[in-house]
T-cell receptor
Framework: TQLLEQSPQFLSIQEGENLTVYCNSS?????LQWYRQEPGEGPVLLVT?????EVKKLKRLTFQFGDARKDSSLHITAAQPGDTGLYLC???????????FGTGTRLLVSP | KAGVTQTPRYLIKTRGQQVTLSCSPI?????VSWYQQTPGQGLQFLFE???????NKGNFPGRFSGRQFSNSRSEMNVSTLELGDSALYLC??????????????FGSGTQLSVL
């Protein structure tokens, strides 16, 4: 059973466009992380959100944790080819000492 | 500070064989976790080691095993390989054990192909 569903699965856009990736669950998470993975490499942590309703910004990336801590979104403004990669959300549940990873969103930004 | 090092990067095996993968965590990190990544299933947790003891285990058959040495380096072993074991195996290290919101540092992975 996949606890974290990401949408869309694939996204192909042109440089300069905006996009939003969603990470949804029916379960509550104590925190949620977003990673980016480039081909041939392991995932790299982008951000951790902990509080319901929390918004964090990382340059052109904006991360939001849902008020009920069941979902999260990643918004990229003016996407660039360097944003290309696999975006993964990962949730931590109270009492479970391991992260659960989402299904992933593969983003391709063309020049 | 050196990152997480996994060896080998690529491995080709045939069904029925066994394989051992190695992971050296970031210096000072005592927790090592292993994940299997496939296009269909995504990232699946295998197990976590801390201070040479397995602390958490995912839903994988007993053919998948691991260990951690006193210097925090870890190995995972897969016996009696099956075609479905073809995947990217990722190792991640962190400073603390079991803190699920702890920052994980991943290696580049070992790409295993089973023929």
């Amino acid at each position: 059973t996949q606890l974290l569903e990401q949408s869309p699965q694939f996204l192909s856009i042109q440089e300069g466009e905006n996009l939003t990736v969603y990470c949804n669950s029916s379960s509550v998470f104590s925190s949620l992380q977003w990673y980016r993975q480039e081909p041939g490499e392991g995932p790299v942590l982008l951000v951790t959100v902990v509080t319901g309703g929390e918004v964090k910004k990382l340059k052109r990336l904006t991360f939001q944790f849902g008020d009920a801590r069941k979902d999260s979104s990643l918004h990229i403004t003016a996407a660039q080819p360097g944003d290309t990669g696999l975006y993964l959300c990962a949730g931590a549940q109270t009492g479970f000492q391991k992260l659960v990873f989402g299904t992933g969103t593969r983003l391709l930004v063309s020049p | 500070k050196a990152g997480v090092t996994q060896t080998p990067r690529y491995l080709i095996k045939t069904r029925g064989q066994q394989v051992t993968l190695s992971c050296s965590p970031i210096s000072g990190h005592r927790s090592v976790s292993w994940y299997q990544q496939t296009p269909g299933q995504g990232l699946q947790f295998l197990f976590e080691y801390f201070s040479e003891t397995q602390r958490n285990k995912g839903n994988f058959p007993g053919r998948f095993s691991g260990r951690q040495f006193s210097n925090s380096r870890s190995e995972m072993n897969v016996s009696t390989l099956e075609l479905g074991d073809s995947a990217l195996y990722l190792c991640a290290s962190s400073q603390l054990q079991g803190a699920a919101n702890e920052k994980l540092f991943f290696g580049s992975g070992t790409q295993l192909s089973v023929l």
